[in-house]
């Protein structure tokens, strides 16, 4: 306890900026955009299957993207960089507001999606496993909490507000919050330190004592292990929470119903998150990998199978487990596995595959409803998925992490 509260005030200044970044990249995530699923349904007369396939079209243009900005990282300053993503995710919000035709929601999510989702949590976990190195873990998970307060209170703030308020200005709102987040990030890294000022022995190298480029870890195998365990959280927990009007219709809730239990959710996955940064710091990731998605297979299966409170709450905190452990323990992995030299080209083109995986969840579930397939028959088969994904991952553990390189 004592070395945690010397090393957040060592490091408070590091550690603040990361939380800013992910606590308003919130408003380009699924679950506060899902949020309006039933009032931009209506306001556009769309079906489940187009909903979801404006959302998959605008997602996966910001996912292509992704693969090329990311690398900017490398080169810029946070709270340069930093402030340039946040105007654009003022002018996608205000889009967004002003939105009348179809025609522009594809290219509004995009916005939405590449300056919320994509590069504002990029920046944010590519500047804590640059800046830390023995503590990396503690590190990403502290950063990691913005989302996670944005997750406990927007929803429910969104939920109530929207009885009094039109959504369209509920987005005007948030663009309000993003501008002010602004100048606090420029004030927040007055004293910032930057990747060019960074002596090359500064840099960690990953397996086989090598500085890996991206090019090399896209060639490599443990990479394209990693794809499904990387796709399945995105686009299954994307899936959850797009489809949370529709979950709380079938079950027979009120929607306010279910966005209640968000936070226990969002507690859960804090304190997943919180113990999963000291055990990385402890064990590495290699040892956590192969198990973090295990709690997955249990809670879609609740969400297939109960119809009580309890059998959704329950599935609820098993979710949370797996997504507070997974920001902090992918994030680590790649520093670990291929070094932090070129860690903004490498978590950039993993930034487009989880992007790319939030596209296909909505559209796939979408798609399946409007066939008749239901929810809860789908969230099955994410079970199997699942399963499947920790085997997997733990065979490529076994066969790469004897080759990666001390941690000290």
């Not at 996912?63 to 300053?77: Q, S, Y």
């Not at 993003?178 to 930057?194: C, D, H, K, S």
């Not at 119903?257 to 290699?286: K, Y």
Request: hydrophobic letters at 60%; aromatic letters at 12%.
């Amino acid at each position: 306890m004592t070395d945690t509260i010397a090393f957040l005030r060592q490091n408070l200044r590091w550690l603040v900026p990361g939380m800013l970044l992910t606590f308003l990249s919130c408003f380009g995530q699924t679950f506060f955009i899902s949020l309006f699923a039933g009032e931009i349904r209506a306001a556009f007369d769309l079906s489940h299957s187009a909903w979801g396939n404006i959302y998959a079209a605008g997602t996966l243009a910001s996912a292509v993207l992704m693969v090329w900005a990311g690398v900017l990282t490398d080169h810029f300053r946070v709270r340069a960089l930093g402030a340039v993503v946040l105007a654009l995710l003022i002018a996608a919000c205000l889009a967004m507001a002003g939105a009348h035709a179809v025609w522009s929601l594809p290219f509004v999510i995009f916005a939405l999606r590449f300056a919320g989702q994509g590069m504002l949590s990029h920046i944010a976990v590519v500047a804590m496993a640059r800046w830390f190195v023995a503590t990396r873990g503690r590190a990403l998970a502290i950063a990691g909490l913005g989302f996670s307060f944005g997750e406990a209170i927007l929803p429910i703030a969104v939920v109530s507000v929207l009885s009094a308020e039109t959504w369209r200005s509920i987005w005007i709102i948030a663009a309000c919050i993003v501008f002010a987040g602004i100048p606090t990030l420029i004030w927040l890294l007055n004293q910032e330190r930057t990747p060019k000022s960074m002596a090359a022995s500064q840099h960690v190298a990953g397996m086989g004592g090598h500085h890996w480029t991206r090019r090399a870890t896209l060639s490599h195998g443990l990479f394209w292990v990693m794809v499904p365990a990387l796709i399945g959280p995105s686009a299954f927990n994307t899936a959850f929470f797009f489809q949370q009007v529709h979950f709380a219709e079938i079950k027979g809730w009120q929607h306010i119903e279910l966005v209640a239990f968000f936070p226990i959710f969002t507690l859960t996955g804090i304190v997943a998150m919180l113990v999963t940064g000291w055990a990385i710091d402890r064990f590495g990731t290699a040892k956590l990998l192969p198990w973090f998605q295990l709690p997955m297979v249990a809670s879609f299966l609740l969400f297939a199978t109960a119809n009580s409170v309890l059998g959704v709450f329950l599935g609820l905190i098993l979710m949370g487990l797996t997504a507070g452990a997974n920001g902090p323990l992918v994030s680590a992995f790649w520093a670990e596995f291929y070094g932090t030299r070129h860690i903004g080209a490498i978590k950039s083109a993993a930034a487009a595959v989880m992007v790319l995986g939030s596209a296909i969840g909505p559209a796939i579930t979408g798609t399946f409803i409007d066939f008749g397939i239901g929810l809860e028959q789908q969230y099955v088969g994410v079970a199997l998925y699942f399963l499947i994904v920790c085997a997997t991952v733990g065979a490529g553990m076994a066969r790469y992490a004897p080759t990666i390189a001390s941690r000290t």
